[in-house]
């Protein structure tokens, strides 16, 4: 809810992004306080020379989470600009999210992942309504209410269920989003306040507006195109990130590179 009326400040009042990653990180604070899961990981192969079988984090267990809880937040609402994408890529990860726990209802965190399908599947059927109005063309706009509430309830669920690390996975092309756009973000190249694709109105299409996204990214690659085509490629790609994700996840031959047969996965 937190992060619902800081979405509602930002569209109303257009606040700086200081401000919001400051409001991002008091938001978390809650889970954080009452969070009672691991706080150590297990190191991989190659560094357990010098760190040994696994490391208490501690503090700086939590301190990680916040920041995971901040990126994700962020990263949505900067991935953002056309008809239905906010709402598409959230709705393809939270399905992600909710495979991923089933799958891992027989591991040794079941009443964690339990947790965290009761909270994502409301989210699963309210989202899946709004991408229905929201999809191209558009009937309802979601602002940076949705954008931050979404980013926010799928760090929650990660975090309860124990797999941050794979929701990193979940989302690679928010993080490659953000990658791409670290120097207009730092001020090194101008960021304007929209950085959404140029519509050229005599073709009907968007054009690459040369601001560093992964939209005009896709523009760059593939041309000029239709804001439903964009969408749908752009969710094709989310798609495949997440089948991706699952693959590193659970292929056995990945594990085994950085960790024994049969230890714990990447949580």
Same mark, same amino acid.
């Given at each position: 809810?937190?992060?619902?009326?800081?979405?509602?400040?930002?569209?109303?009042?257009? +606040?700086?992004?200081?401000?919001?990653?400051?409001?991002?990180?008091?938001?978390? =604070?809650?889970?954080? !306080?009452?969070?009672?899961?691991?706080?150590?990981?297990?190191?991989? @192969?190659?560094? $357990?020379?010098?760190?040994?079988?696994?490391?208490?984090?501690?503090?700086?267990?939590?301190?990680?989470?916040?920041?995971?809880?901040?990126?994700?937040?962020?990263?949505?609402?900067?991935?953002?600009?056309?008809?239905?994408? %906010?709402?598409?890529?959230?709705?393809?990860?939270?399905?992600?999210?909710?495979?991923?726990?089933? +799958?891992?209802?027989?591991?040794?965190?079941?009443?964690?992942?339990?947790?965290?399908?009761?909270?994502? #599947?409301?989210?699963?059927?309210?989202?899946?309504?709004?991408?229905?109005?929201?999809?191209?063309?558009?009937?309802?706009?979601?602002?940076?209410?949705?954008?931050?509430?979404?980013?926010?309830? =799928?760090? !929650?669920?990660?975090?309860?269920?124990?797999?941050?690390?794979?929701?990193?996975?979940?989302? #690679?092309?928010?993080?490659?989003?953000?990658?791409?756009? =670290?120097?207009?973000?730092?001020?090194?190249?101008?960021?304007? $306040?929209?950085?959404?694709?140029?519509?050229?109105?005599?073709?009907?299409?968007? %054009?690459?507006?040369?601001?560093?996204?992964? #939209?005009?990214?896709?523009?760059?690659?593939?041309?000029?195109?239709? %804001? %439903?085509?964009?969408?749908?490629?752009?969710?094709?790609?989310?798609?495949?990130?997440?089948? +991706?994700?699952?693959?590193?996840?659970?292929?056995?031959?990945?594990?085994?590179?950085?960790?024994?047969?049969?230890?714990? @996965?990447?949580?």
């Amino acid at each position: 809810m937190f992060m619902l009326f800081l979405g509602f400040a930002d569209d109303v009042l257009d +606040l700086r992004w200081s401000i919001k990653i400051c409001l991002s990180f008091l938001a978390i =604070l809650p889970l954080l !306080v009452s969070y009672s899961g691991p706080t150590n990981i297990i190191v991989p @192969k190659p560094f $357990r020379p010098l760190l040994g079988l696994d490391v208490e984090l501690s503090y700086f267990y939590h301190l990680y989470m916040a920041f995971i809880a901040v990126f994700c937040t962020n990263s949505i609402n900067i991935y953002a600009g056309i008809n239905g994408l %906010e709402s598409t890529q959230s709705l393809l990860i939270a399905m992600a999210i909710l495979v991923h726990n089933f +799958l891992e209802l027989q591991g040794p965190y079941r009443d964690a992942h339990l947790s965290s399908i009761f909270f994502i #599947l409301p989210f699963l059927a309210t989202t899946s309504g709004l991408v229905y109005f929201n999809w191209y063309p558009s009937k309802v706009f979601v602002g940076d209410s949705f954008t931050y509430f979404s980013g926010m309830t =799928l760090a !929650v669920v990660s975090i309860m269920g124990h797999f941050s690390k794979t929701l990193l996975l979940l989302f #690679l092309p928010q993080l490659i989003n953000f990658v791409l756009s =670290l120097p207009q973000l730092f001020g090194i190249i101008h960021c304007p $306040r929209h950085r959404v694709p140029t519509f050229n109105p005599k073709t009907g299409k968007l %054009e690459n507006s040369k601001n560093l996204t992964l #939209l005009n990214a896709f523009l760059f690659l593939f041309g000029p195109t239709h %804001e %439903e085509t964009l969408v749908i490629r752009l969710s094709i790609f989310q798609i495949l990130c997440c089948a +991706l994700a699952f693959a590193v996840r659970y292929s056995h031959a990945m594990t085994n590179i950085f960790y024994d047969s049969g230890a714990t @996965k990447l949580p």
